[in-house]
């Protein structure tokens, strides 16, 4: 959905380096979600934000952090990369109520050397 | 937390095939959505259903949550079905994805 961006598309970076992945949207939902993408496995939750003042950890939040710069902004960090995280990762949000359909970005290909 | 197991892992079709894949979750949940990963790696949504039957197109779901299970029927298949088809279940909004079944539609 353009309504979720991701930011940026594909990095490399090396060993021990510190690496944002930024996602903002224009849907207007409180919740948003950092997932990381492996082969075979899914996707697999990392850190997720019901709003601005709430940051929960997920099932592998080691090795990350985020912040919730404000409703539509959410930013994932690594600070400092190792190999086993390279991987596909998605940025997601959801309604807050009723109907909780989720809505992806388009996803960051990260690999770290 | 919830475990969501999808069957087959991987399917191979002809094209104009139909297929059901399933989705079994091990606990209660408030919603289920179905999503096709495709081969560029975007997520598209497929379905939101936590219950009952939908239909769109030569794709429908249903979920009987009772019973925790959802299953998704393509019909007809085509060479755009192929990709990644995940299941992804929640309860109070924190969603857990199953691994997906990986759907290659030969022509």
């Known amino acids: 959905d353009a309504d979720v961006t991701q930011t940026p598309r594909n990095r490399i970076t090396k060993t021990g380096k510190r690496i944002m992945l930024e996602c903002s949207q224009t849907?207007?939902?409180?919740?948003m979600y950092w997932y990381r993408q492996d082969p075979g496995l899914g996707l697999r939750l990392i850190y997720y934000?019901?709003?601005?003042?709430?940051?929960n950890k997920g099932e592998i939040s080691d090795g990350y952090s985020v912040s919730r710069q404000a409703q539509a902004k959410f930013s994932l960090s690594l600070e400092s990369a190792i190999p086993n995280q390279t991987a596909l990762y998605f940025c997601a949000t959801r309604e807050g109520t009723g109907k909780a359909t989720q809505y992806f970005g388009p996803g960051t290909r990260l690999t770290v050397l | 937390g919830i475990q969501v197991e999808q069957s087959p892992p991987d399917l191979i079709l002809q094209e104009g095939a139909n297929s059901t894949l399933r989705c079994n979750f091990s606990?209660?949940?408030?919603?289920l959505q179905w999503f096709h990963q495709n081969p560029w790696g975007q997520l598209i949504n497929l379905f939101y259903i936590p219950s009952g039957t939908k239909q769109n197109g030569r794709l429908s779901a249903t979920t009987v949550a009772t019973e925790r299970y959802s299953l998704l029927y393509i019909s007809s298949s085509q060479t755009t079905d192929s990709g990644v088809y995940f299941c992804a279940v929640a309860r109070s909004y924190i969603p857990t994805f199953g691994r997906g079944t990986s759907l290659i539609v030969h022509p």
């Open positions: 934000s019901f709003d601005v003042k709430d940051i």
């Open positions: 606990d209660s949940v408030n919603n």
């Open positions: 849907k207007g939902h409180d919740r």
